[in-house]
């Protein structure tokens, strides 16, 4: 009987048409028991039961041959086994190995792709420490170009897999302009990388510190509002319309990219989010403190207590490097003194909302509308003073 393959599995066509057949031989013996002849009647009989039976039979054992196939070709592979969970999320057929090789055979504008693991490295001249424009938490970034687009390409250990899983689920459910957008990811040698939209003005804390020499302009009181309240959406996204809620647990100026037009978009490591199970006021309790210092809530290091609030004293601090342009922590100036101490400086505008999100009690803190709200009057008040201040100074 012809079969028909699809994918890893067989299809037995006409397989719906058994019970005719069925029915068509013990319609036969039904007829031949009506002739006379009772010896031919008995051969009858018997070659009908031995057709039917091996009918059944036949049926059987093509569906525990399909039923075996089926399981033999969902073995983990040495990297699809880590992917597992990944492809579910993806909702597109692909395929990895070790070598890195990899077809993809269907996928959305809004999924991830798997990029085969050569196309990624011919993308960043294998990853020359030229085209590197950052470090990560988990890994280095590299500048590269994939068919045609530039791109973020982030180079992390095999061994991080679970941050790595981690930041493709949260990434590929999350959807804002005001929140880093994932592209793919592929695998390959010792590594794993995570393949991102590209930030041509690179993260807000070069332009605040100046951490890489790269000759950044400072950056206008507006534009600093306006990077604010990009920055604030993100979070309130993730914080009040996804399904699940999510803390960032990272949120500082090296983690907010710029696009070509100063647009914050929030960037990773999500790898380090802690999903909320229960609502988040009441929040949930960690074992492990992870985060950068200068940007740790209160409660968090001293209780382990994660809530959204923990995010809105790191975006506190955020707002403070924006009115100061100093870093969140800095080295004691004192002779002999190599003490890290927290930056704090209290200045007006902005200093009392950014005061109110590093409040100590975390429910005196506003959350992200609160403060999407007043940073929204913040920016128009501003560009109005603006808009006055050049009409009063053109001829």
Known sequence: MPLLRQGNKFVLLHFH???????VLFHLLADLSAQKSSKFRIYAIVGAILAASAI????????????????????????????????SSFGSRTSLTKSGESTVFSFSYDKAIEFPYNEVCDATSNFSSSLKIGQGSYGSVYLGKIRGNDVAVKQMKNTKSKEFL?????????HHSNLIKLIGYAAGGDS???VYEYARNGALSDHLHGST????NPLGWAMRVRIALDAAKGLEYIHKHTKPLYVHRDVKTSNILLDSSFRAKQISDFGLV?????????????????????????????????????DVYA???????????QPALRRDASPGNNRS???????DYMALLSKDCVEDDWRQRPDMSGVVFRLSHILASTEEWENQHCSRTEP
């Open 56 to 87: 059944i039979l036949l049926t059987v054992i093509l569906v525990l041959w399909m039923k075996y196939n089926k399981k033999r070709n969902q073995q983990p592979k040495p990297y699809s086994r880590m992917m597992d969970n990944t492809h």
């Open 17 to 23: 048409l058994v019970p005719y057949y069925l029915k």
């Open 192 to 194: 794993l990388f995570l």
């Open 315 to 325: 975006f506190g601090v955020v707002l403070m490097e924006l009115l100061t342009g």
């Open 274 to 310: 802690k999903l909320l199970d229960h609502s988040p006021e009441v929040g949930a309790a960690v074992s492990r403190i992870v985060g950068t210092f200068g940007y740790l809530s209160p409660e968090y290091v001293r209780d382990g207590r994660v809530t959204t609030k923990t």
């Open 341 to 347: 101490i927290e930056h704090r400086t209290v200045v």
């Open 213 to 216: 020499g790269g000759g950044y």
């Open 166 to 174: 981690s930041e493709i689920n949260i990434l590929c459910k999350v």
